[in-house]
């Protein structure tokens, strides 16, 4: 066992487990998992202890399918490429920097004092750490289910921002790429809706040149048009009109 100086928060501490627990919106069965999930390898530990290493390993799998599945279900219209890239978007070390420090997470690490000296608690990649840490803990406590659900609301804004500038990178990209091959920009058309009047989808289609393309169906005229301009670009692709790699 070491002999270093402690500086951890007292975990132990039942209202400290309360209040973050209130904070995280998850009440653990065993709260042990969320103290080892906040136990940076540079704590002192009793002989037989743990820090949150694996956690993190855990987590981060575990947040990298729950994100899998959001984008796979809220964006049914994106090819497995630009999924990929609205993925990696979302789940840097950056962005769940940004998670921790929202959830306060930094404040209840439990670190040595070398660490916490050197600005430990506000490093993104310890924070970063201790999100994914914190989600493994979740996931081993209660399941897929409230993973899922915390994800999906800590995410919320970020899933509209990237579905945002998803679309409008494909938008963007092919007009881009009519301008240069037709000469001309593409023209967008609801053609069907489907649906009762509290659940509408739309159906939209492209015409570049007078000659029909890709179609697209969403939940709103907007999404059906961003839909229709990435099934075009496929087309596109496959036609080999793209030899200049537009797309």
């Not at 951890?8 to 309360?18: A, F, V, Y």
């Amino acid at each position: 066992m070491r002999n270093c100086a402690r500086a951890l928060k007292p975990m132990s501490d039942p209202t400290d487990i309360t209040v973050l627990q209130s904070i995280l919106g998850y009440t653990f069965t065993n709260p042990a998992l969320l103290q080892l999930a906040l136990t940076h390898r540079s704590a002192q530990l009793e002989e037989g202890e743990e820090q949150n290493e694996k956690l993190e390993f855990l987590g981060d799998a575990v947040l990298g399918l729950v994100m899998s599945d959001l984008l796979f279900r809220q964006f049914p219209q994106y090819r497995e490429g630009d999924l990929s890239k609205m993925r990696a978007s979302l789940v840097n070390a950056e962005v769940l920097a940004v998670k921790a420090q929202t959830l306060s997470l930094g404040d209840w690490l439990r670190m040595g004092r070398g660490e916490e000296r050197s600005g430990g608690r506000g490093k993104l990649s310890i924070l970063a750490a201790a999100y994914e840490a914190v989600l493994g803990a979740i996931y081993l406590d209660g399941g897929f289910p409230p993973v899922t659900q915390l994800v999906a609301k800590h995410f919320a804004e970020d899933l509209q921002e990237t579905e945002r500038m998803a679309a409008f990178d494909s938008k963007t990209r092919l007009q881009e790429i009519t301008q240069k091959i037709f000469k001309q920009t593409p023209s967008y058309e609801v053609i069907k809706v489907n649906g009762p009047d509290h659940e509408k989808r739309f159906v939209s289609q492209v015409s570049i040149a007078g000659e029909i393309y890709g179609q697209g169906e969403g939940r709103s005229k907007k999404r059906a048009h961003q839909a229709a301009a990435s099934q075009t670009l496929e087309l596109l692709k496959h036609k080999n009109l793209t030899s200049l790699k537009d797309v």
